[in-house]
């Protein structure tokens, strides 16, 4: 049997209703904030992802999938090295969805020097090569916003308040959430903070694992988040960014805790959350479910560096993303499901002699906007009764020979078992408003 690959998800049935109203919500909310929709390519050449997430990153060093077309493949299995590949033949599919924003900015110039700033949400797959486990995968759905052409702190606020709508939209109660946040410092202060991390860790070598070590090279602050409990122990005294912050970040993050403050959102200050990507600069924030089991349910940060990095011009940006699937875990761990009902729907039923008829009735009703099922195994009347309760129909509609000489139509309410005679060409209009119901 052909079998999918290990860390995918087949999305259908409730779980893709769930994915869709994920998606409705976020058009709603968004849209009320004034967010366009966006789709990036799902694949982009592998140094837009190697400008913005960081060579150091576990997401582009380990973590992501490589395209080669047909036609490349074997020469570079051949030579056993892309090197000869021209940048726009290395090729890989997205794993996150702001790098991928922010070319697109660059190139199409969304955001002209002195304009308002550009606010674009997307619902997407990402794709990312982990080792598959819950709440883990290697191809998962995000949806995320990003906000280019603006520092100003009150955004930062916004974003994040956002971000607990989105939440709470979704189901959750505000209690159940915890929002983490930190300021990474910026160009001006962030270099001297990972040189003294760096230094932090070399003095206690001996203490460290492996992989610590050779983030103090690449990329020092990731230590804080290892998932080595006795590295964390050790990092839990190393220097703090937000006691090594310059004034203007200092004042910044200042700013973005007061704002958060007067909309009465609670915040845990979190000096050790990194964030996993390179790009971010000032404010970063994470959001967990206490008791999920499933990690975070969504983070971003600003990136007022990334703009530059992609080739454009100093444009600064904040964004965040949420996972579908880690949500969806977390709500059901608390009991809530993201699943909406299947659309209610009308089932038309008749004798064997008048299936002629029924494909005309379910034409009309479609036409009308009405969701139709109808049976095409030539069940019994009987039968067809049962599968219009198995399909949710709320209501069913009967065409004898009787009727359709008369042209009318039986028209069952499949809760209240009421029935009334209904002529053929009101059956619409008539059906249409008790559906909606
Ligand atoms: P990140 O860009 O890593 O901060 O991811 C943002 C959100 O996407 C996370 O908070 C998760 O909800 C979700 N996410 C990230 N990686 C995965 C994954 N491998 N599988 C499922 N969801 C993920």
């Given at each position: 049997?052909?079998?999918?690959?290990?860390?995918?998800?087949?999305?259908?049935?409730?779980?893709m209703?769930?994915?869709?109203?994920?998606l409705?919500?976020?058009?709603?909310?968004?849209?009320?904030?004034?967010?366009?929709?966006?789709?990036?390519?799902?694949?982009?050449?592998?140094?837009?992802?190697?400008?913005?997430?960081?060579?150091?990153?576990?997401?582009?060093?380990?973590?992501?999938?490589?395209?080669?077309?047909?036609?490349?493949?074997?020469?570079?299995?051949?030579?056993?090295?892309?090197?000869?590949?021209?940048?726009?033949?290395?090729?890989?599919?997205?794993?996150?969805?702001?790098?991928?924003?922010?070319?697109?900015?660059?190139?199409?110039?969304?955001?002209?020097?002195?304009?308002?700033?550009?606010?674009?949400?997307y619902?997407?797959?990402?794709?990312?090569?982990?080792?598959?486990?819950?709440?883990?995968?290697?191809?998962?759905?995000?949806?995320?916003?990003?906000?280019?052409?603006?520092?100003?702190p009150?955004?930062?606020?916004?974003?994040?308040?956002?971000?607990?709508?989105?939440?709470?939209?979704?189901?959750?109660?505000?209690d159940?959430l915890?929002?983490?946040?930190?300021?990474?410092?910026?160009?001006?202060?962030?270099?001297?903070?990972?040189k003294?991390?760096?230094?932090?860790?070399?003095?206690?070598?001996?203490?460290?694992?492996?992989?610590?070590?050779?983030?103090?090279?690449?990329?020092?602050?990731?230590?804080?988040?290892?998932?080595?409990?006795?590295?964390?122990?050790?990092?839990t005294?190393?220097?703090?960014?937000?006691?090594?912050?310059?004034?203007?970040?200092?004042?910044?993050?200042?700013?973005?805790?007061?704002?958060?403050?007067?909309?009465?959102?609670a915040?845990?200050?979190?000096?050790?959350?990194?964030?996993?990507?390179?790009y971010y600069?000032?404010?970063?924030?994470?959001?967990?479910?206490?008791?999920?089991?499933?990690?975070?349910?969504?983070?971003?940060?600003?990136?007022?560096?990334?703009?530059?990095?992609?080739?454009?011009?100093?444009?600064?940006?904040?964004?965040?993303?949420?996972?579908?699937?880690?949500?969806?875990?977390?709500?059901?761990?608390?009991g809530?499901?993201?699943?909406?009902?299947?659309?209610?729907?009308?089932?038309?039923?008749?004798?064997?002699?008048?299936?002629?008829?029924?494909?005309?009735v379910?034409?009309?009703l479609?036409?009308?906007?009405?969701?139709?099922?109808?049976?095409?195994?030539?069940?019994?009347?009987?039968?067809?009764?049962?599968?219009?309760?198995?399909?949710?129909?709320?209501?069913c509609?009967v065409l004898?020979?009787?009727?359709?000489?008369?042209?009318?139509?039986?028209?069952?309410d499949?809760?209240?078992?009421?029935?009334?005679?209904?002529?053929?060409?009101?059956?619409?209009?008539?059906?249409?408003?008790?559906?909606?119901k």
């Open positions: 049997m052909a079998q999918k690959v290990q860390g995918t998800e087949d999305l259908y049935g409730g779980y209703r769930a994915w869709q109203h994920m409705d919500v976020a058009r709603d909310l968004y849209g009320s904030y004034g967010f366009d929709q966006i789709e990036t390519p799902a694949i982009e050449q592998v140094d837009t992802f190697v400008h913005g997430i960081g060579e150091s990153t576990d997401v582009v060093r380990k973590e992501m999938f490589r395209v080669f077309s047909g036609a490349l493949l074997p020469d570079v299995m051949e030579r056993g090295s892309e090197a000869h590949l021209k940048p726009r033949q290395r090729m890989a599919m997205r794993p996150e969805g702001t790098a991928g924003v922010v070319r697109a900015a660059v190139e199409n110039n969304f955001v002209p020097q002195g304009g308002a700033p550009v606010k674009v949400w619902g997407e797959a990402m794709f990312r090569g982990e080792r598959p486990q819950k709440g883990r995968l290697r191809q998962f759905h995000q949806v995320g916003v990003e906000v280019l052409g603006a520092s100003d009150a955004l930062d606020a916004e974003v994040i308040i956002m971000l607990m709508q989105f939440f709470e939209r979704l189901g959750f109660s505000r159940a915890m929002l983490r946040i930190n300021s990474m410092g910026d160009a001006a202060c962030r270099p001297a903070y990972r003294s991390v760096r230094q932090f860790i070399l003095d206690h070598a001996d203490e460290m694992c492996e992989d610590c070590l050779e983030r103090a090279e690449v990329n020092p602050l990731r230590a804080f988040d290892c998932k080595n409990d006795h590295c964390r122990e050790v990092m005294a190393a220097p703090l960014a937000k006691d090594n912050l310059c004034d203007d970040c200092a004042a910044h993050y200042a700013q973005v805790k007061a704002y958060l403050d007067e909309a009465g959102v915040y845990v200050e979190d000096p050790t959350l990194v964030r996993g990507l390179d600069t000032r404010t970063v924030f994470e959001v967990d479910v206490a008791g999920s089991g499933v990690g975070a349910i969504g983070g971003g940060g600003r990136y007022d560096g990334l703009m530059e990095l992609e080739g454009g011009r100093p444009t600064p940006g904040i964004g965040y993303a949420v996972g579908f699937e880690r949500i969806y875990l977390a709500l059901k761990a608390l809530i499901s993201l699943e909406t009902s299947a659309e209610p729907c009308v089932y038309v039923a008749c004798t064997p002699d008048q299936r002629a008829k029924v494909f005309s379910a034409q009309q479609r036409a009308a906007g009405v969701r139709t099922e109808e049976d095409y195994q030539g069940r019994s009347l009987k039968s067809q009764f049962k599968q219009a309760d198995k399909v949710g129909a709320r209501i509609v004898g020979a009787d009727e359709v000489a008369a042209g009318v139509a039986t028209v069952r499949m809760a209240s078992h009421e029935q009334v005679k209904v002529p053929l060409d009101e059956l619409a209009a008539y059906v249409a408003p008790r559906l909606a």
